[in-house]
Nanobody
Framework: QVQLVESGGGLVQAGGSLRLSCAAS????????MGWFRQAPGKEREFVAAIRWSGGSWSGDSSYYAHSVLGRFTISRDNAKNTVYLQMKSLKPEDTAVYYCAAGLSFPAIATKDYDSWGQGTQVTVSS
């Protein structure tokens, strides 16, 4: 497992942007698929985006998104920094939630059970 720490959350107006970061410990970061999930008050945790581990043969897309964020959010990773990012643009009030990053060994994986390690979360609040 890896230890994950999210940062970058905050308060932003609708239409604005934020970039979340998730720093991972351990030397095997590049071997993990990384995902972002979010959980709004009173709702279940939901999938946002995922990015495949590095290396190996793969003919499909290396990233995958929930329909609700497609075209607005971008997931990326920097293996040299052991960090995964979530760039969020054109934010909407319905994007308000605690955002969690997670590490797992499946891709594409949209279920929480497919991830083994989780961060503590970072709050994103979008005002209208």
């Amino acid at each position: 497992q890896v230890q994950l720490v999210e940062s970058g959350g905050g308060l932003v107006q609708a239409g604005g942007s934020l970039r979340l970061s998730c720093a991972a410990s351990g030397r095997t970061f590049s071997s993990y698929a990384m995902g972002w999930f979010r959980q709004a008050p009173g709702k279940e945790r939901e999938f946002v985006a995922a990015i495949r581990w590095s290396g190996g043969s793969w003919s499909g897309d290396s990233s995958y998104y929930a329909h609700s964020v497609l075209g607005r959010f971008t997931i990326s990773r920097d293996n040299a920094k052991n960090t995964v990012y979530l760039q969020m643009k054109s934010l909407k009030p319905e994007d308000t939630a605690v955002y969690y990053c997670a590490a797992g060994l499946s891709f594409p994986a949209i279920a929480t059970k497919d991830y083994d390690s989780w961060g503590q979360g970072t709050q994103v609040t979008v005002s209208s």
